[in-house]
């Protein structure tokens, strides 16, 4: 019956809609690449989304454009934003406004366009293998190479989430009234884990609806803010179009780009767009999933770059050229804000954490998420959900338990961890983008969806440009923080390992020409395999 509506282009009944979803389940389950099953997955074929097309006969074409399939699409690029919109994103939106005033508005806009070109080449990964990035490190990469990839994701994803954490237990606390200490909301924020078990037996869609409800809370409480402050609308608009920096807002300035990229988020939208079931054989099929997650993927950094527009205006507005714009962090933005704008009907101090919250519980969520994908993918670990999840989670929350205990003696400690934990993720940074890079760079991988020479020079360039500024930023750091000798030659063999595991990653992406690098590499790699 299915099959003869589909031929006549009739619409199919809510009945024969799951009917022809079972037989498809069944038929793509075979179609995809092949893998024992022992390995691990992203999704199991029953929890993936079914596109439903009535001609779904040819495997090249491209089906023409229809609103009904991008709604089914829209998602995971949502889930991806939200590492644009954690907490430590916003700490440094609200220093950026109070330091630089409107003048790194357009900063912000192009640092959020090359997040987005990085993103797409995840997602690009992700739909033409049908494989997220952890899972192809794991074969692409020699055993010591992927497990020191494996340690450093982790470690990135370890950083990320103790801001996170931070972040909603400080929004608990501003809710509570200081009734609830920085501890207390870090063991709140940890449960997050079970209620992510719990969304996701009830599907991905409702997970993403969950995700969609956190966005706009945090776009509503912001937006509050914006229209109570009232900031410069020409000031503003200049700041969006005319690139202005000076030497005393260069370390905002390389703060806004360094916070756009998380490793841990390029693994992590990888495996997402595999919630949907598309069969990386039928080149039409995964053509048209390209063309959808990249219109929703540019939408949901649209709106993500919209929030954050409106936190750094608030504090621009608000702190810019006053003696409190240095000493803003986290902990006191809310109370700054209070003193600034008063209460009224709905006092500024808690609509700021409304939106923090929202941004923290988002942020955690989607950390433990991409945690279960970077240790399955890396690892190739078969657990049951709740006990992965439980791992992942604990990876975080006993040092951000303990964390949360030392450091909350002062507003002070609580600012040099934050800029400890920057430096931590800006390490990192080369190890998400360089095996991205390479690997969507690599026909026999990616086959017909390899990208070009043009995308390929400016994905390089763009990622070139992220890992200088961060290591601006790291070397910033270290001439303020490194004292005493034993130190010194600690950090300084750290940073020698470090570069060489670097070289050996372009090396092998074969990014560079050959030279004599190039063949001190492959006699290098051929003692691996």
Same mark, same amino acid.
């Not at 260069?250 to 490793?263: D, H, K, N, T, Y």
């Given at each position: 019956?299915?099959?003869?509506?589909?031929?006549?282009?009739?619409?199919?009944? @809510?009945?024969?809609?799951?009917?022809?979803?079972?037989?498809?389940?069944?038929?793509?389950?075979?179609?995809?690449?092949?893998?024992?099953?022992?390995?691990?997955?992203?999704?199991?074929?029953?929890?993936?989304?079914?596109?439903?097309?009535?001609?779904?006969?040819?495997?090249?074409?491209?089906?023409?454009?229809?609103?009904?399939?991008?709604?089914?699409?829209?998602?995971?690029?949502?889930?991806?934003?939200?590492?644009?919109?954690?907490?430590?994103?916003?700490?440094?939106?609200?220093?950026?406004?109070?330091?630089?005033?409107?003048?790194?508005?357009?900063?912000?806009?192009?640092?959020?366009?090359?997040?987005?070109?990085?993103?797409?080449?995840?997602?690009?990964?992700?739909?033409?293998?049908?494989?997220?990035?952890?899972?192809?490190?794991?074969?692409?990469?020699?055993?010591?190479?992927?497990?020191?990839?494996?340690?450093?994701?982790?470690?990135?994803?370890?950083?990320?989430?103790?801001?996170?954490?931070?972040?909603?237990?400080?929004?608990?606390?501003?809710?509570?009234?200081?009734?609830?200490?920085?501890?207390?909301?870090?063991?709140?924020?940890?449960?997050?884990?079970?209620?992510?078990?719990?969304?996701?037996?009830?599907?991905?869609?409702?997970?993403?609806?969950?995700?969609?409800?956190?966005?706009?809370?945090?776009?509503?409480?912001?937006?509050?803010?914006?229209?109570?402050?009232?900031?410069?609308?020409?000031?503003?608009?200049?700041?969006?179009?005319?690139?202005?920096?000076?030497?005393?807002?260069?370390?905002?300035?390389?703060?806004?780009?360094?916070?756009?990229?998380?490793? @841990?988020?390029?693994?992590? @939208?990888?495996?997402?767009?595999?919630?949907?079931?598309?069969?990386?054989?039928?080149?039409?099929?995964?053509?048209?999933?390209?063309?959808?997650?990249?219109?929703?993927?540019?939408?949901?950094?649209?709106?993500?770059?919209?929030?954050?527009?409106?936190?750094?205006?608030?504090?621009?507005?608000?702190?810019?050229?006053?003696?409190?714009?240095?000493?803003?962090?986290?902990?006191?933005?809310?109370?700054?804000?209070?003193?600034?704008?008063?209460?009224?009907?709905?006092?500024?101090?808690?609509?700021?954490?409304?939106?923090?919250?929202?941004?923290?519980?988002?942020?955690?969520?989607?950390?433990?998420?991409?945690?279960?994908?970077?240790?399955?993918?890396?690892?190739?670990?078969?657990?049951?959900?709740?006990?992965?999840?439980?791992?992942?989670?604990?990876?975080?929350?006993?040092?951000?338990?303990?964390?949360?205990?030392?450091?909350?003696?002062?507003?002070?400690?609580?600012?040099?961890?934050?800029?400890?934990?920057?430096?931590?993720?800006?390490?990192?940074?080369?190890?998400?983008?360089?095996?991205?890079?390479?690997?969507?760079?690599?026909?026999?991988?990616?086959?017909?969806?390899?990208?070009?020479?043009?995308?390929?020079?400016?994905?390089?360039?763009?990622?070139?440009?992220?890992?200088?500024?961060?290591?601006?930023?790291?070397?910033?750091?270290?001439?303020?923080?490194?004292?005493?000798?034993?130190?010194?030659?600690?950090?300084?063999?750290?940073?020698?390992?470090?570069?060489?595991?670097?070289?050996?990653?372009?090396?092998?992406?074969?990014?560079?020409?050959?030279?004599?690098?190039?063949?001190?590499?492959?006699?290098?790699?051929?003692?691996?395999?």
């Amino acid at each position: 019956m299915s099959a003869q509506l589909r031929q006549d282009h009739q619409p199919l009944s @809510h009945d024969e809609e799951e009917e022809a979803g079972r037989l498809l389940r069944s038929q793509s389950s075979s179609a995809l690449p092949s893998s024992s099953d022992d390995d691990e997955v992203a999704f199991e074929s029953r929890e993936k989304i079914l596109i439903v097309d009535a001609a779904d006969d040819d495997s090249t074409e491209v089906p023409p454009f229809s609103w009904k399939k991008l709604w089914l699409f829209t998602g995971p690029g949502f889930l991806m934003s939200i590492a644009f919109l954690d907490p430590g994103n916003l700490e440094g939106d609200l220093q950026a406004g109070a330091i630089a005033g409107y003048s790194l508005l357009w900063l912000l806009m192009w640092a959020t366009a090359m997040g987005l070109l990085v993103q797409l080449l995840s997602a690009r990964l992700g739909v033409a293998t049908g494989r997220h990035l952890a899972e192809l490190c794991r074969e692409e990469y020699p055993k010591w190479a992927g497990l020191v990839l494996w340690f450093m994701a982790e470690l990135a994803l370890i950083g990320a989430d103790i801001q996170e954490v931070i972040g909603s237990a400080i929004a608990i606390q501003i809710l509570s009234n200081g009734f609830l200490p920085l501890w207390a909301g870090v063991l709140i924020t940890a449960s997050d884990c079970f209620l992510l078990l719990i969304l996701e037996n009830y599907g991905v869609r409702k997970l993403e609806g969950v995700f969609a409800v956190l966005i706009a809370t945090m776009a509503l409480s912001f937006a509050w803010m914006f229209v109570d402050t009232k900031p410069n609308g020409k000031e503003l608009l200049i700041g969006i179009l005319v690139p202005r920096l000076s030497s005393r807002t260069i370390r905002q300035a390389v703060g806004v780009v360094g916070c756009v990229i998380m490793p @841990h988020n390029v693994f992590l @939208h990888s495996a997402l767009v595999q919630s949907r079931n598309i069969d990386p054989h039928k080149k039409g099929r995964v053509q048209e999933a390209l063309n959808y997650y990249s219109i929703e993927s540019s939408i949901a950094l649209f709106i993500s770059f919209i929030i954050n527009l409106f936190v750094t205006t608030v504090f621009a507005k608000g702190f810019y050229g006053t003696k409190q714009a240095d000493s803003l962090g986290l902990v006191n933005a809310g109370q700054f804000l209070q003193e600034k704008y008063g209460g009224g009907l709905y006092p500024i101090l808690y609509i700021w954490g409304v939106g923090l919250l929202a941004a923290g519980q988002s942020s955690t969520i989607t950390g433990t998420y991409a945690g279960q994908f970077i240790m399955g993918g890396f690892l190739n670990l078969r657990l049951k959900k709740w006990l992965r999840a439980l791992i992942t989670r604990s990876f975080a929350i006993v040092p951000t338990i303990i964390v949360a205990i030392v450091f909350n003696t002062s507003e002070g400690s609580l600012d040099v961890l934050n800029e400890w934990l920057n430096v931590l993720q800006s390490v990192q940074i080369p190890f998400a983008l360089i095996p991205l890079l390479t690997l969507v760079s690599n026909e026999q991988i990616m086959g017909v969806f390899k990208i070009g020479p043009l995308l390929e020079k400016v994905a390089w360039t763009v990622a070139v440009l992220v890992m200088v500024i961060n290591g601006y930023l790291l070397l910033d750091f270290f001439i303020a923080e490194v004292n005493g000798l034993l130190f010194g030659v600690v950090v300084c063999s750290g940073t020698a390992a470090y570069l060489a595991f670097i070289i050996y990653l372009v090396l092998r992406s074969g990014a560079l020409p050959s030279t004599c690098f190039g063949s001190v590499y492959k006699r290098f790699a051929d003692t691996d395999t």
